[in-house]
């Protein structure tokens, strides 16, 4: 029984990297007719797939990498510099900095709404002491 289940997972999962192959592959051929830059992170995001899917793959990676050497060697960009993947490079850098700090932001904001709730909570616990102290005071002259 057990033998049959672990048979029947492993036929799942070579069917599902069989599709994922032939999506990365289709995406390669869209990405060898389009002008776009070429990243493993923008086939894999075609593809419906995982960066780290590509990288670890033997076949398909390579694939990928010569289709961006031969691009990078097509087009150079004015003043000798790199092409359009480093473009890509610094934009999903861009996107993953503004993600970064979007997030940094939500957590100030929930420290502040924290930190209120506390600022709040301390002054209706002074008001409840100075009442004290004053009815107190005004029970015990002296």
């Known amino acids: 029984m057990a033998d049959r289940r ?12 069989e599709r994922a192959e032939k999506a990365v592959e289709k995406a390669l051929r869209h990405a060898c007719s389009a002008h776009g830059p070429v ?38 960009r004015a003043g000798g510099h790199t092409d359009s993947d480093a473009e890509a490079a610094e934009s999903t850098l861009i996107r993953r900095l503004t993600q970064q700090l979007a997030q940094i932001r939500k957590q100030h904001r929930e420290e502040i709404t924290e930190l209120r709730a506390a600022l709040e909570a301390a002054h209706g616990e002074l008001l409840v002491l100075r009442r004290r102290l004053q009815d107190d005071q005004s029970a015990n002259p002296r």
């Open 39 to 76: 990243t493993i992170a923008g086939i894999a995001a075609a593809a419906g797939v995982s960066a780290d899917f590509i990288y670890k793959h033997q076949k398909l990676r390579p694939q990928i990498e010569a289709l961006r050497r031969s691009r990078t060697a097509a087009s150079p």
């Open 6 to 17: 672990t048979q029947a997972l492993a036929t799942a999962t070579r069917q599902r990297t």
